[in-house]
């Protein structure tokens, strides 16, 4: 089947299914399914544009109400994962996945589904050491901190995805898996973003979580966006066995829907002729959530999950197949996902704008109905009984707000090292969150390839290479010279949206009151503001 994919959609919907349906008008060619690689800006009114970690000159509504209220069906079926520039409360509202809109459904913090026999799974957010080890416990309305470490990534995520051993065939991340950059053209990847050297060099780009998936679940494809450039990879695994036939995943990230961009992607991907043409639960994954369901927690206190070191009772929480069976029964072997979507909020009205409506947590129905069939604990629920508990909670963001700095939590470091998720270098087109320095939006331009000529996704990679994460790369790519034709290889049947009314991101060089934000900028960041507006000319 034909699967579209796509990097950072941030809320252009309209645009995107107008370029699918350019597509099929050139070349005759109808994707069976669209992913979305995060910052899918889900924004159903004002408030929660509100929710949105973009600063306030960016707070557009763009197209998305109008799919949510039903004035606009999605075309084709629409799958995404979260990124760093989302809805919260929204997205909140469906931990476990669930439909945003008729015909698009969010995967959740974390999920697996199938379709067409495709195992798809996912990860929403990204990677911050700060917060990587605490529990979901935000909720709206955010203050300067939540409306930021809602959308990072947690341990628990990582460690569902991480007890599934069935095959996986697409994994999607937000932030790229780190140490990817060194299975494709670095070479070529450097002189796009040259701002990407240090971080290359140090191997320090990129979210240490997604690596540690990828090594783990081995996906046939892996997808990403958020650096906001084109850049293929292929990654040949190693084995732990003799017997462990060799496994090797193709790795795409992808630019933001804007024009003149590599943002659009069509593939071909193996699929089950006779499997259902609905959206699917995946049988393991349900099993795994009821496994770990003990392990959820809402508190903002730093905990590990259970490791095999003499300090919990059971550390493997995978599951039996009589376990994925039980499932199966449950079900009567119906996997199919119910289209029950609902909706939770007022939809945004453009002849009657509400400036100051305030976000409310919500417990959808969607959540409420999949925790009670399977037996989960309903997170946003949890939250909710805690806060009517007086639990303190309020008193213990207090004093933390007291503890913090500019550069994060005070919180004891997690067990990886390093605060980075590839955002630590400076862009020229960044969108700047105040103080926020690990978030920043990162994007150039790419090299735009002829419409007459799309480039080809081709199966063949060259320089494969089997390297160990944590190696140094040396400032010398001569290594990559034989890199170049990897990422010619790296497209298929790609189309580009260059509509001239599009309106591009751009940087902040004052804040809401025109007040210079000079300093507030960090030394890293101190060339943007030298630099010529690259997206003018889009």
Known sequence: MKVAVAGCCHGALDKMYETLELLQRRHNVRPDLLLCCGDFQAVRNEADLRCMAVPAKYRDMQTFYRYYSGEKKAPVLTVFIGGNHEASNHLQELPYGGWVAPNIYYLGYAGVVRFRGVRIGGISGIFKSHDYRKGHFECPPYNQQTIRSAYHVRNIEVFKLKQLKRPIDI?????WPRSIYHYGNKKQLLKMKSFFRQEVESNTLGSPAASELLQHLKPTYWFSAHLH????AFMQHETNSKEELPKATKFLALDKCLPHRDFLQIIDVEHDPNASDSLEYDAEWIAVLKATNS???????????????????????????????????????????????????????????????????????????FCAQFGLTDINDRIQQAKEEGSGRAECEEEEEEEMDSTGSAEEPSEYNTDNSGLSSFNPDEIMLDEEGGDEDLSTCSVDPSPDHPPEFSTSFSDIRIMPDSMAVSSDDATDSNNEELEKSAGSKQVEEKSPTERSLKRIGADENGNS?????????????????DDKTD
């Open 171 to 175: 994994f999607m991340s937000h932030d």
């Open 229 to 232: 450039v084109k850049f293929a």
């Open 295 to 369: 392990l959820v927690n809402v508190t903002q206190s730093s905990w590990n999950m259970p490791e095999k070191n003499g300090l919990h009772a059971k550390w493997d929480y995978s599951v039996t197949e009589e376990a994925i069976k039980e499932v199966l029964e449950e079900l009567n072997h119906d996997l199919k996902i119910p289209c029950n979507f609902t909706l939770t909020a007022a939809c945004y009205d453009p002849s009657k704008p509400q400036k100051n409506m305030e976000p409310v947590h919500t417990i959808n129905p969607q959540t409420t109905e």
């Open 517 to 533: 934000g000079v300093k507030k900028i960090k030394r890293r960041n101190q060339a943007i503001y030298a630099a010529e507006d």
